[in-house]
């Protein structure tokens, strides 16, 4: 794979491998990894979701502003439980900011994020990616912990460790360029890039496919986001 | 649970997760868990492994030295390739201990125990354990990134960070006793707390489920380990 630089010379693209749910925020984070000239290799995963509707959104994502490949993994983490997003425990509806942002939710899924990226790890050394792009945000959602700049940089250094290309010392960076931006600033940042956040999806408990609930923690960071950005948002919302 | 202890007060007794392959390494590992007083929450994998016979020993091992529970998870890796133990790739036979430490072997799997770390991790938050137990070995086996004491540490710095009980001060321990073990004090070890090696499988590439090939990497440390130990394998081999 080969594009043009500035001075006209062609040069092998370089591949990274992006973290890819169908909501907002990874949307943003992929535009914003084809924005920088990565030929990008997209990774979601079937985790037992109670909103399965994600991976379809993925699948548009993906497909609206192009990768090298979308790989969909299975990964069952429901024998883990414990979460809303996974079992039978109610989605918590209408919550201030001050209450979602009180204690780790309900909605936190354990050790999520470090098994994605320990197989998005996987997936950049066979596929010869030095880069692995992660839509995480601290700002708005500080509850969870594995959404943290020390999280993000303690994997980092786990990855150079952990693998054939650290040992070789080709040095794996992990970015997560939505980390310090509020949920305004990342649509407007996304909208800049181009993308349809009419593809997305963001509701942990949506009423049908078509549908968010417009009530869960998701959807309401979501829309105070588009309304402090002064945009519409282009999803349909059931309440 | 409870358990006395030397004052004969009753306390709980302290929770621990351990992988457990049915390799001769985590079986010592659960061996010394279990004799360092943890409730045992023992964790295998099938991740599309060409030794399937592994989990079957695994079970083995587990019922013989005793746990809390085995949970088994369904990771499929293949998707990633690359990998002698998961790929039609010939498993190399009859190499030398200078051949074996020469590079990364062909039998490396991409960020395999950054995944199933990644998986006790969860495993420990949802069991309220606060250790892990991992029966990497650097000093026989230097050839995988990720058996080295530096891999350990990162990951044990990254699990804190992580998680939920790492955010409420309870800090998480990353046991890995062997790592400074040679095969051979591996084994004696074993032997003292009482393992059944006859249960464990090591081979690579075993031609029945009854017998190991006596010749991968696996099979020659194993066997040399027994020598140099001045004990006897109990399992047969083919060659």
Known sequence: MYYGNDAGIIEPMRRAVVLV?????????????????????????????????????????????????????????RPFGHSALT?????????????????????????????????????????GAADIFLGVNAVDYSGYPDCRP???????????????????GRRLTVHAPLI?????????????LGVDYALTHSCYDPPTDALACGRCDSCRLRRAGFEQAGLTDPIRYAD
Chains 1, 2 share one sequence.
């Open 87 to 127: 079992d039978a425990i109610d989605v918590p509806k209408d919550r201030s900011e001050d209450e979602m942002s009180a204690e780790i939710p309900v909605t936190y899924v354990p050790a999520r994020n470090t098994i994605f990226l320990a197989n998005a790890l996987a997936l950049a050394e066979v596929c």
């Open 180 to 192: 310090d931006l509020t949920k305004a600033e990342i649509i407007i940042k996304g909208t800049q």
């Open 150 to 168: 020390a999280f993000v940089e303690a994997f980092e250094r786990l990855a150079n460790l952990a693998t054939k290309a650290g040992v070789e």
């Open 21 to 77: 749910s169908g909501g907002l925020d990874s949307a943003t984070t992929l535009a914003m990894a084809r924005g920088d000239g990565f030929a990008c290799h997209a990774l979601s995963f079937r985790y037992g979701q109670r909103h399965a509707a994600e991976i379809d959104a993925a699948r548009r994502v993906v497909e609206h502003l192009g990768v090298v490949e979308h790989r969909i993994i299975d990964i069952d983490l």
